[in-house]
Structure formats: structure tokens, C-alpha cells
């Protein structure tokens, strides 16, 4: 796949959920499939971020970032989001974390 060229930030809208399964703490990024565990629930999203910015990135340095990120059905924003909305399912006792993630040349994080 071709690598994108420019320089502009662009955004994706990310959500990430943790739950207890089998007394487990669990968490995933809805958007892209990406699972991880953790100490607690907070521990679990936080873990579940950086597995995600590690994908992430991965996949940029890759040149694959927008043909995935077409494939998962995640819209790219040229500017911020100004809203973000809960997707997928959310079952009682989930901790549910909608965030921004900036996707520049220099790198992946979570906008500001």
C-alpha cells in the first residue's frame, strides 16, 4: 500500500472499554480490535492505549496506516473532533473511554 503524503495532523476517534471476565480485567479498543489486560480497571485502559499507540504506529511506520484504518471503518478527521460518541456495546460495570487520537508525520498520541 502507498504511504500518505503531507504533513497535516489528522484524527481518529477511539473508544476503550474495560470489563471483568472471569476475574479478569480486561480491556479493548473497540475501532480496532485491540485487546489487552491490566491490575484494575484503570490499569486495563491504560494498557489498552498503549497497545494501541504502539499499533498505531506501527502501522504508519509501515505505510499502512489508512488503508486499515479504511478497512475498520475508522474515519479519519482533518480537524478535531469536537465530539466524541460511545461505540460498540456497554454492559453495567464497563469502564467506557471515548478518546481523540492525533495521527501526525512526527508520531501518535492522544490530542491534546
Same mark, same amino acid.
Given at each position: 500500500?502507498?504511504?500518505?503524503?503531507?504533513s497535516?495532523k489528522?484524527y481518529?476517534?477511539?473508544?476503550l472499554?474495560?470489563f471483568?471476565d472471569?476475574g479478569f480485567?480486561?480491556s479493548e479498543c473497540?475501532? !480496532?480490535g485491540?485487546?489487552s489486560?491490566g491490575?484494575d *480497571?484503570?490499569?486495563a &485502559?491504560d494498557m489498552?492505549?498503549?497497545a494501541t499507540? @504502539?499499533y498505531l504506529?506501527?502501522?504508519a511506520?509501515?505505510?499502512?496506516l489508512?488503508a486499515?484504518?479504511?478497512?475498520k471503518n475508522?474515519?479519519?478527521?482533518?480537524?478535531?473532533?469536537r465530539?466524541v460518541? !460511545?461505540r460498540?456495546?456497554?454492559?453495567?460495570?464497563d *469502564?467506557?473511554k471515548p &478518546?481523540?487520537?492525533?495521527?501526525?508525520?512526527?508520531? @501518535?498520541?492522544?490530542?491534546?
Open positions: 500500500m502507498a504511504k500518505r503524503n503531507g497535516a489528522r481518529i476517534v477511539i473508544t472499554r474495560a471483568v472471569e480485567f480486561v473497540v475501532e !480496532l485491540i485487546a489486560q491490575d *480497571l484503570e490499569d &485502559l489498552a492505549l498503549d499507540e @504502539v504506529r506501527g502501522l511506520e509501515l505505510g499502512e489508512d486499515v484504518l479504511l478497512r475508522v474515519k479519519i478527521h482533518t480537524t478535531r473532533p465530539s460518541s !460511545l460498540g456495546q456497554v454492559r453495567p460495570g *469502564l467506557i &478518546l481523540v487520537m492525533s495521527i501526525a508525520p512526527s508520531g @501518535v498520541s492522544v490530542a491534546a
